[in-house]
């Protein structure tokens, strides 16, 4: 299942960042985050729950990305 949900962050490097987070999260099997439209395209793994996974994937880009934002 794919989802898209917008966000907030400063830079392109920053929302290179958040994909590599995003990817590396428990749940997720693919992220791409584009910084031109502030979106972030995440493909959830079979049978993970997206409400469950989500907080996960944004705690996961604060570590890296103290001041960014997924609206879910």
């Known amino acids: 299942m794919k989802k ?3 966000i907030e962050v400063d830079c392109a490097n ?3 960042k958040m994909e590599e ?3 590396k999260t428990e749940g997720v099997t693919n ?4 910084f ?3 979106k972030m395209i995440v493909e ?4 993970a729950d997206p409400k469950e996974v989500m ?3 944004l ?3 604060r570590k890296i990305e103290p001041d960014c934002e997924i609206y879910f």
Do not use: H, I
């Open 4 to 6: 898209t949900y917008k």
């Open 14 to 16: 920053c929302a290179a």
């Open 21 to 23: 987070a995003a990817k």
């Open 31 to 34: 992220a791409v985050v584009n």
């Open 36 to 38: 031109m439209t502030l």
């Open 44 to 47: 959830f793994a079979e049978g």
């Open 55 to 57: 907080p996960r994937v």
């Open 59 to 61: 705690k996961d880009c």
